[in-house]
C-alpha cells in the first residue's frame, strides 16, 4: 500500500525528494514517517508528520537540512532532503500509523508504524 520513489545517486551538497504514494482510501487518517537503514547498521528516524500535516518531528542530527510534508488531496507524503552528506547513503523507508497522531516520543519508534513501504536507496557520493 505504500511505494517509496525518488532515490537516486547525487553528490554531496545535492539535493533529492522522496516521495511516499498511498494506495487506499485512508491516507487522511495516517501519521507518516521515514526512515533510514544504511548497511550494516540499524533502521533509524528521520522524520515524521501528523495526519493534518500540523506536527511534524525530525532526528536531532537532521534537523535544517530535511523537511517532511504531506498532501491529502494526492495520498503522498515526501521528504526533501538538503545539502546531502555521504553519511546520508541508505535505503529509505515510508511507514504509516493509523492512529494518526504522533508525537516527540513515539515518532522515532519503529513499533508505532502499522505499514511499511519498500525501500528507496539514496546514495550520496563525496
Known amino acids: 500500500q505504500l511505494q517509496a520513489s525518488g532515490g537516486g545517486l547525487v553528490q554531496a551538497g545535492g539535493s533529492l525528494r522522496l516521495s511516499c504514494a498511498y494506495s487506499?482510501?485512508?491516507?487522511?487518517?495516517?501519521?507518516m514517517g521515514w526512515f533510514r537503514q544504511a548497511p550494516g547498521k540499524e533502521r533509524e528516524f528521520v522524520a515524521a508528520?501528523?495526519?493534518?500535516?500540523?506536527?511534524?518531528y525530525y532526528a536531532d542530527s537532521l534537523k535544517g537540512r530535511f523537511t517532511i510534508s504531506r498532501d491529502n488531496a494526492k495520498n503522498e507524503a515526501y521528504l526533501q532532503m538538503n545539502s546531502l552528506k555521504p553519511e546520508d547513503t541508505a535505503a529509505y523507508y515510508c511507514?504509516?500509523?493509523?492512529?494518526?497522531?504522533?508525537?516527540?516520543?513515539?515518532?522515532?519508534?519503529?513499533?508505532?508504524?502499522?505499514?511499511w513501504g519498500q525501500g528507496t536507496l539514496v546514495t550520496v557520493s563525496s
Open positions: 508528520v501528523n495526519w493534518n500535516g500540523g506536527s511534524t
Open positions: 511507514a504509516a500509523d493509523s492512529y494518526g497522531v504522533l508525537d516527540e516520543k513515539s515518532a522515532g519508534n519503529k513499533d508505532e508504524y502499522d505499514y
Open positions: 487506499g482510501r485512508t491516507f487522511i487518517s495516517y501519521a
